[in-house]
């Protein structure tokens, strides 16, 4: 029988580093945050769906009940409800956790059985691709589901297999902080950046980046985009030797290479974020990175225990992925 009503939260995420490497099937290493989005969900008469604190004909409600009937679930008729204390457009995933707390609600009100993680994150991604126009990859979805205290993913994209790493800083915080640009994914350059990506692999006679030799015989700028991708996945997993051995400086070294590579080579970054990165290194953080699909949004930056992160930066830690609560 189906639940009469049933309640879903799924958290955003932040990623400490392995950026623009999900959809090149590399390696990145997010982790959910504390904060993220409730879908209330009760059946109602009929076979629509409508919302509160969303418009009935919102891209992700639209997209995730459509994607979930085509994938056999039987979405019941319903109104639901949707509140969230992450901030929008600020590159902490706010719709990748809307759509998978909308497919955990909506999929419950069905009484169909929970989707394995990677089928689930690929739905959501769909509705990202058929319904807003931004072809975003696996990274927000998978983030967002598999999220667990105290610990970072170490995402394997081409594998979709993922280990977790203890993130252990011994009293340094990682804090998020918005630029003050909202970022567009759809009408920004991230489409473009794919694009570029699809190009390069093209012509290195590659299914995806990730298994590019070297990029230096292509023309600029597809030389740089392929030489981001290479050394961020790289960074990863030096990052995750940082972690392993408790090296924080190490640590915020990389970020700021990660952050040198999305500016110079991948060309995400805008003056807002590097002003929001410089804010961060006065503040005292040992490394800050453009954070997320770039063009504006957020900074994720490092700060030892005796520094205080600027007025308005968010301290992210660690937490529990997508969930049903009753
Ligand atoms: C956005 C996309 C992700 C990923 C990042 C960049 O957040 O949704 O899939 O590509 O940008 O790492």
Same mark, same amino acid.
């Given at each position: 029988?189906?639940?009469?009503?049933?309640?879903?939260?799924?958290?955003?995420?932040?990623?400490?580093?392995?950026? @623009?490497?999900?959809?090149?099937?590399?390696?990145?290493?997010?982790?959910?945050?504390?904060? $993220?989005?409730?879908?209330?969900?009760?059946?109602?008469? *009929?076979?629509?769906?409508?919302?509160?604190?969303?418009?009935?004909?919102?891209?992700?409600?639209?997209?995730?009940?459509?994607?979930?009937?085509?994938?056999?679930?039987?979405?019941? #008729?319903?109104?639901?409800?949707?509140?969230?204390?992450?901030?929008?457009?600020? #590159?902490?995933?706010?719709?990748?956790?809307?759509?998978?707390?909308?497919?955990?609600?909506?999929?419950?009100?069905? *009484?169909?059985?929970?989707?394995?993680?990677?089928?689930?994150?690929?739905?959501?991604?769909?509705? /990202? @691709?058929?319904?807003?126009?931004?072809?975003?990859?696996?990274?927000?979805?998978?983030?967002?589901?598999?999220?667990?205290? =105290?610990?970072?993913?170490?995402?394997?994209?081409?594998?979709? /297999?993922?280990?977790?790493?203890?993130?252990?800083?011994? $009293?340094?915080?990682?804090?998020?902080?918005?630029? *003050?640009?909202?970022?567009?994914? &759809? /009408? +920004?350059?991230?489409?473009?950046?794919?694009?570029?990506?699809?190009?390069?692999?093209?012509?290195?006679?590659?299914?995806?980046?990730?298994?590019? =030799?070297? *990029?230096?015989?292509?023309?600029?700028?597809?030389?740089?985009?392929?030489? @981001?991708?290479?050394?961020?996945?790289?960074?990863?997993?030096?990052?995750?030797?940082?972690?392993?051995?408790?090296?924080?400086? &190490?640590?915020? /070294?990389?970020?700021?290479? +990660? @952050?040198?590579?999305?500016?110079?080579?991948?060309?995400?970054?805008?003056?807002?974020?590097?002003?929001?990165?410089?804010?961060?290194?006065?503040?005292?953080?040992?490394?800050?990175?453009?954070?997320? #699909? =770039?063009?504006?949004?957020?900074?994720?930056?490092?700060?030892?225990?005796?520094?205080?992160?600027? #007025?308005?930066?968010?301290?992210?830690?660690?937490?529990? =992925?997508?969930?049903?609560?009753?």
């Amino acid at each position: 029988m189906n639940p009469l009503r049933i309640r879903a939260f799924a958290p955003g995420r932040a990623n400490l580093i392995g950026e @623009h490497t999900d959809y090149n099937l590399g390696l990145c290493l997010p982790f959910a945050v504390e904060q $993220g989005v409730t879908v209330t969900g009760e059946l109602r008469d *009929g076979g629509a769906v409508s919302a509160r604190g969303l418009a009935d004909d919102d891209p992700y409600l639209v997209g995730v009940a459509s994607e979930l009937r085509a994938a056999g679930v039987d979405v019941p #008729g319903c109104a639901v409800q949707v509140e969230s204390d992450l901030p929008r457009e600020a #590159g902490l995933s706010s719709s990748a956790a809307l759509s998978v707390a909308l497919a955990l609600a909506l999929s419950g009100l069905a *009484g169909a059985d929970p989707l394995a993680a990677a089928e689930l994150a690929k739905l959501c991604q769909r509705v /990202e @691709h058929r319904y807003t126009g931004a072809e975003t990859g696996l990274l927000d979805q998978l983030a967002s589901i598999l999220g667990e205290e =105290g610990r970072a993913l170490r995402i394997d994209m081409r594998a979709l /297999e993922w280990t977790p790493v203890e993130l252990d800083l011994g $009293g340094h915080v990682l804090a998020v902080l918005d630029s *003050g640009t909202p970022r567009s994914l &759809a /009408e +920004s350059g991230y489409n473009d950046r794919r694009e570029e990506c699809r190009r390069a692999a093209e012509l290195l006679g590659v299914d995806s980046l990730r298994d590019a =030799g070297d *990029g230096s015989g292509l023309p600029a700028p597809l030389d740089r985009r392929v030489r @981001h991708v290479l050394t961020e996945n790289d960074r990863v997993d030096a990052a995750v030797e940082a972690l392993e051995s408790r090296d924080l400086a &190490a640590l915020g /070294e990389l970020l700021d290479a +990660s @952050h040198r590579s999305l500016r110079d080579d991948y060309e995400v970054s805008v003056p807002e974020v590097e002003r929001a990165v410089e804010e961060c290194r006065r503040a005292g953080a040992l490394g800050a990175r453009i954070m997320g #699909g =770039g063009f504006g949004g957020s900074v994720v930056a490092l700060f030892p225990p005796e520094a205080d992160p600027p #007025g308005g930066a968010l301290v992210v830690r660690p937490a529990q =992925g997508a969930r049903l609560l009753c």
